[in-house]
């Protein structure tokens, strides 16, 4: 027997939507379940009768013959449990606007992912980048069967791997080694001193700057940290959910705070429950603004997560501390920033 329940929901900006829950229960057993969102109570009322009529009249067994990629996509776009990062839901939407969006599941072969990642090339986008198109299509694909019951694998995606390595379609990031020079930092920190004294302007930019590089933190954890978090007597602060490929949550890791990166969060005020309350966005726009206005060339602001780290290896600390301070597991990034500052050290050893 199949129903369907209604539950309203508030997103971050306080704009309500609403998710239909579609069950099918066999001898008192769920054994099918599915969900929609929409933005009208309205709407996702007449959707739930409709879908239930439909799963009554021709069973809830899908074999996704008739599936799209991008109603695929967009199912899985629509899932509130399923949580996507910002990059992922950008690529998966534009997925739904291309070509192969509108191929059957069951249908895609390896020769249309080839053509889909040719014309992207042919836009001038980069092989690491439609290297996100390839991995997000095969997510989508080996999360069909076990969420929606539909018959297809990630196979044609496996398949196509060979060629699109052979044609230089995708490829792996460059390893960026941009470091800014003193000169930089100084045009940087002088123009985000103007900024910050604007009169609209509440977000504290040079701080944040020299909070980033120090802590060698990425601006969505400067911009996270808690007062609560704060460890008074060992100087340092928990930085929770810390980035880590193998595991996205709960990785929560305790950071000293060193040089004067202690006397930066101490003159922040406290009147919320956050050290630096605002939006990284907004952060990162005022480091471009600044960054192109003087003419500063292919730096990022995560660029700055590097120079703290060599900062840090520069005076003296060893690999292994630097990741206490960094937060990585691997460590061969560090060991590959040292190698880079010491190219010589086995050579002094020796004299």
């Known amino acids: 027997?199949?129903?369907?329940?209604?539950?309203?929901?508030?997103?971050?900006?306080?704009?309500?939507?609403?998710?239909?829950?579609?069950?099918?229960?066999?001898?008192?057993?769920?054994?099918?379940?599915?969900?929609?969102?929409?933005?009208?109570?309205?709407?996702?009322?007449?959707?739930?009768?409709?879908?239930?009529?439909?799963?009554?009249?021709k069973g809830y067994r899908e074999t996704g013959d008739k599936v799209s990629l991008r109603e695929l996509i967009q199912k899985l776009l629509d899932d509130d449990h399923i949580q996507l990062g910002r990059t992922k839901r950008k690529v998966l939407e534009m997925l739904c606007d291309c070509d192969i969006g509108a191929i059957k599941i069951t249908e895609i072969q390896p020769h249309h992912i080839i053509d889909h990642?040719?014309?992207?090339?042919?836009?001038?986008?980069?092989?690491?980048?439609?290297?996100?198109?390839?991995?997000?299509?095969?997510?989508?694909?080996?999360?069909?069967?076990?969420?929606?019951?539909?018959?297809?694998?990630?196979?044609?995606?496996?398949?196509?791997?060979?060629?699109?390595?052979?044609?230089?379609?995708i490829g792996k990031s460059a390893r960026r080694t941009r470091?800014?020079?003193?000169?930089?930092?100084?045009?940087?920190?002088?123009?985000?001193?103007?900024?910050?004294?604007?009169?609209?302007t509440t977000i504290p930019y040079l701080d944040i700057l020299n909070f980033s590089i120090l802590t060698c933190m990425r601006i969505g954890e400067v911009c996270s940290v808690r007062w609560e978090d704060v460890d008074e007597a060992q100087k340092a602060v928990m930085v929770r959910n810390r980035k880590d490929p193998r595991k996205k949550a709960?990785?929560?890791?305790?950071?000293?705070l060193l040089g004067g990166s202690w006397e930066i969060l101490q003159k922040q005020p406290k009147d919320n429950e956050l050290i630096f309350p605002h939006n990284p966005r907004s952060v990162t726009a005022g480091f471009q603004r600044v960054r192109n206005a003087n003419g500063i060339e292919d730096l990022r602001y995560h660029d700055l997560r590097r120079e703290g780290a060599s900062r840090l290896f520069e005076l003296g600390y060893q690999i292994d501390e630097v990741a206490q301070v960094t937060g990585h597991r691997n460590i061969n990034t560090l060991w590959q920033i040292y190698t880079e500052l010491f190219p010589n050290r086995l050579h002094d050893k020796t004299q």
């Open 179 to 200: 470091r800014p020079t003193s000169v930089e930092l100084e045009k940087l920190k002088a123009a985000l001193k103007v900024r910050e004294q604007h009169r609209v």
């Open 1 to 57: 027997m199949a129903s369907f329940s209604v539950r309203k929901r508030l997103k971050k900006d306080g704009t309500p939507k609403y998710q239909v829950f579609i069950r099918v229960k066999e001898s008192g057993k769920v054994v099918y379940t599915e969900s929609r969102t929409f933005s009208k109570d309205k709407t996702a009322q007449a959707w739930g009768k409709k879908r239930v009529v439909e799963i009554e009249e």
């Open 117 to 169: 990642c040719k014309a992207r090339k042919e836009t001038g986008t980069l092989p690491q980048t439609i290297n996100h198109d390839v991995s997000y299509l095969r997510w989508s694909l080996k999360a069909a069967k076990p969420q929606f019951g539909y018959d297809v694998t990630d196979q044609c995606v496996v398949d196509s791997y060979a060629s699109l390595h052979d044609l230089k379609l």
């Open 250 to 256: 709960g990785n929560h890791m305790l950071v000293p």
